[in-house]
């Protein structure tokens, strides 16, 4: 395994060490054996600064297939910001002039990604990319927008569960309204 990755997505990350890392020029867009890069952990694992160190070093923003092995597949690190509720990353990547209309090979869009979770942080992502005017008629590969795929997840989760959407949730789909 990289020192790169280690440092991001060890026990501690720690944003000295993977600066020293890369000062000593390592290379900031390496793979571990399941294809994953260091800006996916830093994404993951909620580390914004070390994400602006890793992007402002050189790490590829858009790798279409930043984790390939992932039952999400194809959905570079600017969906993976979207997946993991991370608003300022996803602002962050936009801010460099990353389409916020992007599909993935699916046609999934980053709304799209950002509603299949109900916690704050997707509702934020949800929230910017509205204000960024985003497509909200576009469709993925089934024909579906974002607003039938938030109505679809909560029909089920009312069949199984027999519990009404939570205030995220219904939040979520007033905003897609």
Do not use: W
């Not at 990547?93 to 992007?102: E, S």
């Not at 938030?150 to 309204?177: A, C, F, H, N, W």
């Amino acid at each position: 395994m990289s020192l790169l990755i280690y440092a991001v997505n060890g026990d501690e990350p720690d944003y000295e060490i993977v600066k020293l890392l890369i000062d000593s020029e390592v290379d900031v867009n390496v793979r571990d054996n399941n294809g994953d890069t260091p800006l996916c952990f830093a994404i993951e694992n909620g580390l914004f600064e070390i994400v602006q160190l890793l992007v402002e070093s050189g790490a590829v923003i858009e790798h279409p297939d930043a984790r390939p092995h992932r039952s999400y597949q194809h959905m570079g690190h600017l969906f993976l910001a979207s997946l993991y509720g991370r608003a300022n990353m996803l602002d962050f990547f936009l801010k460099r002039g990353l389409d916020p209309n992007a599909k993935n090979a699916e046609g999934v869009t980053l709304l799209m990604t950002a509603i299949q979770e109900n916690r704050q942080g997707h509702l934020e992502c949800v929230k910017l990319l509205i204000e960024l005017g985003v497509d909200l008629q576009a469709q993925n590969k089934d024909g579906e927008s974002a607003k039938m795929i938030l109505e679809k997840r909560l029909k089920k989760q009312k069949e199984e569960s027999g519990v009404d959407p939570d205030e995220i949730s219904y939040q979520m789909l007033q905003i897609l309204t």
